[in-house]
């Protein structure tokens, strides 16, 4: 098999939502890149259970990468979630999405490697290690973003651990409700720390 036919045939495990691939376009809700036109491909699996996380990652069908491209809309911008995304080696994937001319982001909760190989575009780290006993292995990120719940002291130990270009404090929200109380402890923690403050305009506004 050659390279470029081995490349399209990878398979991949994609979360199914309402009996279809979690392969949307919808706006960032999230971080650096909130407000811009994105379609989202979900990956199956995680290695970490959060309380207050909204995704059935565990309900997932195997889909080729040509399967995954073939289903992608318009916009350029591509995000890869989860679960955890890099449980899955993602570079025939992403080296894909490039000759689709995409951009790729990558959401991780930083517990694994992320091989410079796989030639991601950006890379958003959300990490969980302080409700977990797995340790980061992440080396570099260009987002770090920290949700905390309300009374929670912002970690900023995080900006020396994880070197990135943004740091982002999110409250905890669970499910599409959004806890004012813990987004009002948010505001002053960013403003204390001179942190950005991450508010999930998906669920402000009602979208994927």
């Known amino acids: 098999m050659n390279k470029e ?4 045939g990878e398979i991949y495990r994609v979360v199914i939502d309402n009996g279809k691939p979690a392969i949307f376009e919808t706006l960032q809700g999230e971080g650096r890149w909130t407000g811009t036109p994105a379609t989202f491909i979900r990956l199956g699996a995680c290695n970490l259970k959060c ?16 399967e995954i491209v073939n289903l992608l809309p318009k916009p350029e911008h591509i995000v890869i979630t989860g679960g955890e995304p890099t449980l899955q ?9 490039h000759q689709c001319n995409k951009y790729v982001s990558v959401e991780t909760n930083g517990t694994r490697k992320i091989p410079e190989e796989w030639g991601i575009d950006w890379i958003c780290c959300s990490p969980k290690d302080r409700w977990f006993p797995t340790p980061l292995h992440i080396e570099r990120a260009d987002e770090v973003k920290v949700v905390i719940a309300k009374d ?22 669970h499910e599409s409700d959004i806890d004012h109380d813990a987004l009002k402890w948010a505001c002053d923690q960013a403003i204390k720390e001179g942190w950005q403050l991450c508010v999930q305009l998906h669920k402000l506004i009602n979208i994927p």
């Open 5 to 8: 036919k081995k490349l399209w």
């Open 51 to 66: 309380d207050f996380c909204d995704t059935e990652f565990n309900n997932w069908e195997h889909m080729t990468v040509r």
């Open 89 to 97: 080696d993602l570079g025939p994937l992403v080296e894909a999405l």
């Open 152 to 173: 929670e002291p912002l970690p900023i130990h995080y900006k020396d651990q994880i070197p990135a270009k943004h740091y982002y404090v999110q409250p905890i929200n």
